[in-house]
């Protein structure tokens, strides 16, 4: 019986791999993919892994070759691994609905969001930024998956004790802001956001970030609207029926 061999592809980092330590094999700006088999497609459907919400972390990992830790992968870039395991898995086209309407992406045509290389230290996942109101100067660094998943746990604690709780915005800032004019503390910075980080320099923060990170760009343009809105991803961007399998 012949060996059968799973076809690989390498994907571009939006990064770069630039906010990666060197001795990372993501430095290198790329990682390599395998195309997704029946077992990828299980991982999808398993119902334990989506009540946890981790069945498309489950998939990637699956799907990536390289030998990576996940885990500090920048939100970026898993979006772009995301959308590259759905190309190598069904195809380019992606149909969904949008306000009423199919519409219909080729996901082979979306490309990586500009990345200023300019001011960046490569290899240090950190950023200068003065708040443009109270002219205090801060660092941030970009969030990783591990960061999101540490996000989420402190919410869902917080709903715990507090149902009616709803900082999200606070706890991201939290985990983004690195230092307070050279202070690192985590409980100095923990208790700027909460007494004294002015909600229109949180707003402008999170809109230079937002504008800067490296990224896929997600953008799709409706007919509805002239303006550009982000394409839905979940667990039917990989299966469009999912549920009624």
């Not at 430095?27 to 459907?45: F, N």
């Not at 540490?150 to 706890?171: A, H, M, V």
């Not at 002015?198 to 343009?221: E, G």
Request: glycine share 6%; hydrophobic share 35%.
């Amino acid at each position: 019986m012949s060996e059968f061999t799973t076809p690989t592809e390498k994907v571009e980092l939006p990064s770069k791999g630039l906010v990666y330590p060197k001795e990372s094999p993501l430095s290198s700006g790329v990682i390599e993919m395998k195309y997704m088999t029946a077992k990828e497609e299980d991982i999808l459907m398993n119902q334990s892994y989506i009540k946890k919400g981790i069945a498309i972390d489950k998939l990637l990992k699956s799907l990536i070759v390289s030998e990576v830790d996940y885990d500090s992968m920048v939100v970026g870039d898993k979006n772009a691994v995301m959308v590259a395991a759905r190309v190598l898995g069904y195809g380019p086209d992606y149909i969904f609905e949008y306000e009423g309407e199919e519409h219909t992406v080729d996901l082979g045509q979306l490309e990586n969001k500009p990345f200023d290389e300019k001011g960046i230290t490569p290899g240090l996942n950190e950023f200068l930024y003065t708040l443009p109101y109270s002219k205090v100067n801060i660092t941030y660094k970009l969030l990783t998956n591990k960061d999101d998943k540490n996000i989420t746990r402190e919410l869902e604690g917080l709903k715990r004790l507090n149902k009616d709780s709803s900082p999200e915005i606070s706890t991201k800032m939290k985990f983004m802001i690195t230092s307070i004019e050279g202070d690192k503390d985590i409980s100095t910075i923990r208790e700027f956001v909460d007494k004294r980080l002015l909600a229109r320099d949180s707003r402008s923060l999170r809109d230079h970030i937002k504008k800067t990170q490296p990224d896929v760009d997600l953008t799709f343009f409706p007919t509805t609207t002239s303006s550009g809105v982000n394409i839905p991803i979940g667990l039917s961007f990989f299966w469009p029926d999912f549920g009624n399998s």
